[in-house]
């Protein structure tokens, strides 16, 4: 039996950066700052996961997308994938819409990468095969129409007294996520 070769990070060079940075419609130093020592630039470069903290629109999604860019044009592994969890679709979309504008960077928007919320990760690799090898048959994924059903199913008095207590069927919805309906 052959061993899996290991997983080498492609170094992230100063030109690297200003590429990205041209790709994405930006100021060659825009990840560098005019002096060169801008933190942006030394978190592109990092091999090391990091945690990036900012404000709201202070540009966390185009240093991500910027990395992501860098990384598709040197990506050299067939079978390895980078995957990419948002915890919303307004990041996955804009994530997509921002890579989708050049070969390298729609590479990364198919298998055996993944760039989507943590939801549909959930879904596509977890919840879905785990139901599959229980032979559930799974006909839709959709919350309306299971919410319906859970809520069509609830006993009369029940589904009055939350409608007294203006209780809605998104009661029956944990918050955020979706809902399989299985075949009968």
């Known amino acids: 039996m052959s061993a899996t070769p290991g997983f080498k990070a492609p170094l992230i060079t100063d030109e690297d950066i200003r590429t990205a940075a041209n790709y994405l419609g930006l100021k060659a130093d825009a990840f560098s700052g005019p002096k060169g020592d801008d933190e942006r630039a030394k978190a592109l470069k990092t091999l090391e996961t990091k945690d990036i903290a900012a ?3 202070s540009g966390k999604t185009t240093l991500l997308v910027a990395k992501l860019a860098i990384l598709s044009m ?3 592994y067939c079978g390895r994938g980078i995957c990419v969890l948002s915890h919303t679709n ?7 819409s921002r890579l989708g504008h050049t070969a390298a960077g729609r590479r990364l928007l198919g298998y055996p990468h993944f760039i989507g919320t943590i939801h549909s ?3 596509e690799f977890l919840a879905i095969p ?3 090898s229980l032979n ?3 006909k839709m994924i959709d919350t309306d129409i299971a919410l319906n059903r859970r809520w069509n199913a609830l006993a009369y008095g029940t ?3 939350m409608e007294k207590a203006f209780l809605t069927r998104k009661v029956l919805q944990a918050r955020g996520t979706s809902t399989f309906c299985m075949g009968e």
């Open 74 to 76: 040197k990506w050299e």
């Open 55 to 57: 404000c709201p629109g």
């Open 159 to 161: 589904r009055s007294g």
């Open 90 to 96: 307004v990041a996955r979309n804009e994530i997509e």
């Open 121 to 123: 990760f959930i879904n």
């Open 136 to 138: 559930f048959s799974i």
């Open 130 to 132: 785990w139901l599959n």
